[in-house]
């Protein structure tokens, strides 16, 4: 399996770091798809979602001088980049940082900070295909596949986990623990945004399938008004816990008291604010349905809370795009499509669509006829079907 892109790693390995440089070691970690449950996790919130067949696949073999790591990715840039693991320190981002290379800095200093044994003297191959920029959570897999490829001992998964959301962090992006916990765990699971613990689920899609549909229109979470929502959402929530004298660990806690308090909540927060919180409470209780209706296989009505979910995230949560917006809508109108709704961090990105298997090509066809006429993508394939898959591991070389 990813045969492929091994051999590519391979070649690009020996390009990079001499015609000496042979793989001693592999990882493969998994992107994501959202199912439902859109920036929530952050909030304390539940999220169903599932490691997909898209994958970073990542070489480890020696260089010439023992205190480097250094990084070939030829997917994002031709660049060769090294660093002495020594040197970095508590590294974090600055302004001007960019590229993969900042994530594999983010995990050398977060393990460093545990005092967690890593290699050195190492270069890193790596490339994928998960579309970068297609909500599917690219750096995740990056992170996860570098923390197994620098690390000799076996770590605990939730400690991965922690390791590779403190790297996006570090990198600069203030994500939560879902995309993590969906690459380490493999397949479908229930992400509790409480205490970012998650619990493994085996749907049946009988004759539906998941697939993405290319936007075209280019994201980044570190370019994002993504930092902006964890910012407004949390300073919902402090207010909210000091108006009504509530405990609120986080702000899907808010929930039970929703209906007691939603008449008198334009009181202590502006309109934005109000609309924040809407969207955190009603997700919440959108995903605990949709694993009901994933756990008995109604994927008709599992569709229907994806399509709420997308209009929340685009009004509410005011975290979509009107070309995303424009995608969505085509898709909800093919026969055979259950649901659709925009996917990811938001402000661009793809669209998450469920619906049979026999309306793939008609709705592929479709959508080459009318919305990449007029929206042209980079993307060869824009429209991709995602199967489930496992997560985030070693193979010998």
């Given at each position: ?40 996790d ?50 974090r ?60 001992d ?50 049946d ?26 910012e ?18 986080n ?67 005011e ?29 661009g ?12 090509e ?36």
């Amino acid at each position: 399996m990813h045969d492929e892109l091994k051999t590519k790693v391979a070649r690009h390995g020996t390009e990079a770091f001499g015609p000496a440089w042979q793989p001693d070691g592999w990882t493969i970690a998994p992107g994501r798809i959202e199912l439902i449950g859109n920036h929530i996790d952050y909030n304390g919130g539940p999220v169903l979602a599932a490691a997909i067949d898209r994958v970073i696949v990542m070489a480890t073999g020696p260089i010439d001088d023992p205190r480097q790591i250094a990084l070939a990715a030829p997917d994002a840039t031709e660049e060769i980049a090294r660093f002495a693991p020594l040197e970095i320190g508590d590294w974090r981002s600055s302004q001007g940082d960019e590229g993969p290379i900042v994530y594999v800095k983010g995990i050398v200093a977060a393990l460093l900070a545990r005092k967690i044994p890593i290699r050195t003297g190492v270069g890193l191959a790596a490339v994928g295909n998960i579309p970068p920029g297609f909500g599917m959570s690219s750096s995740a897999a990056l992170c996860l596949a570098t923390i197994l490829a620098l690390t000799v001992d076996e770590i605990e998964p939730y400690e991965m986990v922690a390791i590779a959301r403190e790297a996006e962090h570090r990198a600069g992006s203030p994500v939560g623990a879902m995309d993590q916990s969906a690459s380490v765990a493999g397949n479908v699971i229930l992400f509790d945004g409480r205490n970012n613990t998650y619990a493994s689920i085996a749907p049946d899609l009988g004759g539906y399938v998941f697939a993405v549909a290319d936007s075209g229109v280019e994201r980044s979470l570190r370019t994002s008004s993504y930092g902006k929502r964890v910012e407004e959402t949390e300073e919902a929530r402090k207010r909210l816990a000091q108006a009504y004298d509530l405990y609120l660990p986080n702000l899907a806690a808010l929930e039970p008291h929703w209906a007691d308090i939603e008449p008198t909540i334009g009181k202590h927060l502006p309109p934005a604010l109000v609309r924040r919180v809407r969207h955190v409470v009603t997700e919440t209780i959108r995903v605990r349905q949709a694993e009901d209706a994933a756990r008995t296989g109604h994927w008709t009505a599992f569709g229907e809370l994806m399509n709420a979910s997308g209009e929340s995230s685009a009004t509410d949560y005011e975290i979509s795009h009107p070309i995303v917006e424009e995608l969505v809508a085509l898709l909800r109108s093919q026969d055979g499509v259950a649901g659709a709704r925009m996917m990811g961090g938001g402000e661009g990105g793809p669209a998450l669509v469920l619906l049979q298997k026999d309306a793939v090509e008609p709705v592929r066809d479709a959508l080459q006829a009318s919305f990449y006429a007029d929206h042209p993508v980079k993307s060869a394939e824009p429209f991709q079907v995602c199967s489930f898959g496992p997560g985030a591991r070693r193979e010998p070389a």
